[in-house]
């Protein structure tokens, strides 16, 4: 390159950096949170309870060096801020380097039951809240900082997080959101030089890590335990609310909350009480039914369902042990913490109701317990029920309802529980059958029953992903001494714990005695069957139609818009996070561009990843069974 022409470069850069800086510096805050709610603005160092407040005013610790990893300019429109700012611009304000014009920084106070046991004041222990704002659409958005540093909730913490989480709290933030799930956004991630101690799996193999920042978007970040601040000491923990009995903090959270967030609600019901309190906390329970039941439908896994990190709005929030199926399996835990299940992908929608419980608890000092949970018991599950299965039947192509249709849909996922089939590409892939009349539907079928004993783990991949972690000798033991002592079976979690193990030991060596040849035969049996059924049921869907191409065409268009081909696979994030962490961030923009078009092959946007590996493809066998946080 010629210096007149780098000379020219470095002018455009400098201008293009003016423009875009200005723009980030016409962003109007209001601060309404701040406004609204008690605020602590003592900044006094070290973790402490805070009591009478809902938000701590806290100061941003600097990171060394900051760079951008990716940014979604897709998120950021949100804010009024131009996709086309540019990288360092990006790094200096969203790593906390630099504030926003008229940004003030706070820290949320909230409690929350975690696995199960209330835990006393929590808080945003690593997040800072930069301010909200009304944007060109009218719409209100918070912002916030994840990994700020030290306030007063970080506890025995430094503040700080990671790049690897970071990268993927951003990854699956946007994902979530391209899959039409209810979810908070995730407008950047920002590395740094800056170096903290960490211990990933807890078993003392400590390492140092770069810090990083992720730019959190929603409309409130107020969750089920921003109400449990006033909760009195709890029977089984001795823990209480750091604001107990201060009703009328309350019942400004709840003005708050409603006024802004359920405006139809305060239109509809404008004096505060009971009414619409309850009216508030039914909406609550029917958001929350439906994001759930998303979740299921797409194969996500949450992994830490505690109050504190369930939203008011029904969006999902707190991305960190997560994870998303690759072969079904409705008992798949992604927390390597949770060691009895209580998260489980199958427990999730039961566990966001007995949330959805304490949430009530939460409020029954202005709305009688027994009206909430009476809301609860008549809303959420019906809501979860017809929210699920209008989605199954989209993604297995009925257009219509019929009384067998959640029999067939069962007895879909247990043929792929029981031959180990890739929950994403099993669904995807059911569009090549063609409907009973077209042409091709016999050629059709053959080649579904091709392409998903494809989706089908091996044998040996079958017999290394069911290999009990407890040794047959280790499982008698504890059988026996839970017969002599039923708490030590507790200790264990469970009599469910124990037979779990039990019949995964069992499978596990039915499978010892089998030949390739003599598994792959039963997979095909078992998948023969259920296409059969699955084209008996279809049959149905042409007995009236004329057209029958013209339905064949829409039923596909329908399917492909309900079974994505892009998740986040969790090694695939890996692959992205090793790359970032020597310096390169490609694979994580890419990553990023492939699942925000999860629906399609669209040209122009990239198909392989690290490794030369496709972005749908399962696991390999050396990552299958991978945990992250």
């Known amino acids: 390159m010629t ?19 200005e723009s980030i510096q016409n962003i109007n805050l209001e601060n309404l949170a701040l406004k609204s709610l008690p605020v602590d603005e003592s900044k006094r160092p070290g973790t402490r309870k805070v009591s009478g407040a809902c938000f701590s005013l806290v100061d941003s610790t600097p990171v060394e060096s900051p760079r951008l990893v990716a940014k979604s300019t897709d998120a950021l429109k949100l804010l009024n801020i131009s996709g086309e700012l540019n990288d360092e611009g990006l790094a200096k304000y969203f790593s906390g380097n630099k504030l926003l014009p008229g940004s003030v920084l706070a820290s949320h106070c909230y409690c929350g039951h975690q696995f199960g046991y209330f835990s006393g004041q929590l808080g945003d222990g690593t997040v800072a809240y930069l301010g909200d704002l009304r944007n060109s659409n009218d719409e209100r958005w918070e912002m916030q900082l994840k990994g700020i540093g030290p306030t007063p909730y970080s506890r025995a913490g430094d503040g700080r997080k990671v790049l690897r989480s970071s990268i ?25 030089d800056t170096l903290v101690t960490r211990d990933m799996f807890y078993d003392g193999r400590a390492r140092r890590e770069h810090c990083a920042l992720v730019l959190r978007i929603a409309p409130t970040f107020l969750r089920f335990g921003s109400f449990e601040i006033f909760k009195p000491s709890d029977e089984t923990t001795g823990k209480e609310g750091p604001s107990v009995g201060q009703t009328d903090i309350l019942i400004k959270l709840l003005k708050y909350t409603i006024e802004t967030f359920y405006p139809e609600i305060a239109e509809e019901i404008p004096v505060c009480g009971t009414e619409q309190y309850l009216k508030f906390y039914k909406e609550v329970c029917l958001r929350t039914a439906r994001m759930v039941a998303k979740w299921q439908c797409v194969g996500f896994c949450h992994g830490v369902l505690n109050t504190d990190n369930m939203s008011v709005l029904g969006l999902t929030i707190d991305y960190g042990p997560f994870g998303f199926l690759d ?10 913490s949770d060691e009895n299940g209580r998260y489980s992908y199958k427990k999730q929608p039961e566990i966001c109701k007995w949330n959805l419980k304490k949430f009530a608890e939460a ?16 809303v959420y599950d019906n809501e979860f029920t017809q929210t699920y299965n209008a989605m199954m039947r989209k993604k297995i192509g009925l257009a219509n309802k019929h009384d067998d249709d959640e029999m067939l849909i069962k007895q879909l996922l247990l043929t792929m529980k029981e031959t180990f089939s890739d929950f994403t590409n099993t669904f ?4 090549l059958l063609d409907l009973p009349g ?13 392409t998903i004993l494809s989706c089908c783990l091996s044998l040996e991949d079958v017999k290394q992903a069911s290999k009990p972690s407890i040794a047959a000798e280790q499982l008698d033991a504890i059988r026996a001494l839970a017969q002599q002592n039923a708490d030590l079976l507790a200790l264990f979690g469970g009599e469910g714990t124990l037979q779990r193990e039990i019949d995964k030991l069992e499978a596990f060596e039915k499978l010892q005695s089998l030949s390739e040849e003599e598994y792959t035969l039963g997979v095909k049996d078992k998948w023969t069957t259920w296409i059969e059924m699955y084209v008996s049921r279809l049959q149905q869907l042409t007995n009236d139609e004329g057209d029958v191409e013209s339905l064949n065409a829409q039923r596909k268009e329908m399917m492909n818009l309900a079974n994505p081909k892009y998740i986040l696979r969790n090694y695939i994030a890996q692959n992205a996070i090793e790359e970032a962490e020597k310096g390169n961030y490609l694979e994580v923009q890419n990553v990023l561009r492939r699942l925000e ?3 399609s092959d669209t040209a122009g946007f990239p198909l392989y990843g690290f490794h030369n590996i496709m972005y749908n493809s399962p696991p390999p066998t050396a990552s299958m069974g991978l945990r992250l946080s």
């Open 3 to 21: 210096k007149q022409f780098l000379q020219t470069l470095r002018v455009f850069r400098t201008i293009a950096s003016s423009a875009n800086m």
């Open 597 to 599: 078009n999860p629906w």
């Open 363 to 378: 409020l029954q000092d202005v709305l009688p317990l027994e009206s909430s949970l009476q809301v609860l018991n008549e």
């Open 438 to 450: 077209v042409p091709n539907h016999e050629a059709s079928k053959a080649k579904l029953l091709e």
């Open 428 to 431: 995807r892939n059911l569009n």
């Open 168 to 192: 993927r709290e951003f990854l699956c933030s946007e994902s979530m959101h391209h899959l039409g799930i209810p979810t908070t956004r995730a407008g950047a991630v920002v590395d740094s």
């Open 327 to 336: 072969v079904y399996d409705p008992d798949f835990i992604c927390n390597s």
